[in-house]
């Protein structure tokens, strides 16, 4: 039986439901993760005005001294996503300067990942799973075959950084759980 697609379960794009491509394992993914991600951010926002906080301390928090604040971690939950789908779409990975300071201009950031994540055929996917990643990761040189570095890089990146900012909006208290992290909240 078929899960049902919604906020849940991001419909099928094409093909046989029993296969999966390298398009199909990364564009519905990211973009239905980077919704509930948006769906995050604005119950912070609200739970931030009802309580009269400044949106800022929210924006501003970690979860340790050495760890990266919320605005930080929402853009690299965006940076992961639109990497994954340059890379592996043999696109350019848009840059985008790392300078938002409020809930509206990260929404906006991931509206833009967003649309670029939508704008990368699907034609482009072919042959992913087996193209040579190479990437700059600090001082490091990495190379990867492109499922390994969906699987093995990219989506754990993603995760870990996402589930930070989730961790860092229940810490403040504001009212997410499980369900508005997978999108069903």
Do not use: C
Not at 35 to 51: F, Q, V
Not at 114 to 121: E, G, I, N, T
């Amino acid at each position: 039986m078929q899960p049902a697609a919604g906020r849940w379960f991001p419909p099928h794009q094409s093909g046989d439901p029993m296969t999966l491509s390298m398009y199909s394992m990364t564009v519905p993914f990211y973009s239905s993760m980077l919704s509930n991600l948006e769906h995050l951010l604005s119950k912070a926002e609200a739970w931030a005005a009802e309580r009269k906080i400044d949106p800022a301390v929210l924006l501003n928090d970690r979860l340790a001294p050495d760890m990266l604040p919320l605005k930080r971690q929402v853009q690299l939950v965006t940076d992961h996503a639109k990497g994954a789908v340059a890379r592996l779409g043999g696109v350019e990975v848009p840059p985008f300067p790392d300078v938002e300071e409020t809930f509206a201009e990260l929404h906006d950031r991931i509206a833009r990942v967003r649309d670029f994540l939508h704008s990368v055929p699907e034609a482009n996917f072919a042959g992913a799973e087996d193209k040579i990643i190479s990437m700059k990761v600090g001082p490091m040189d990495m190379s990867f075959p492109g499922l390994q570095y969906l699987q093995g890089f990219s989506v754990p990146n993603f995760y870990f950084h996402l589930t930070a900012a989730y961790a860092i909006l229940r810490h403040n208290g504001v009212p997410v759980g499980k369900g508005d992290f997978f999108g069903r909240g």
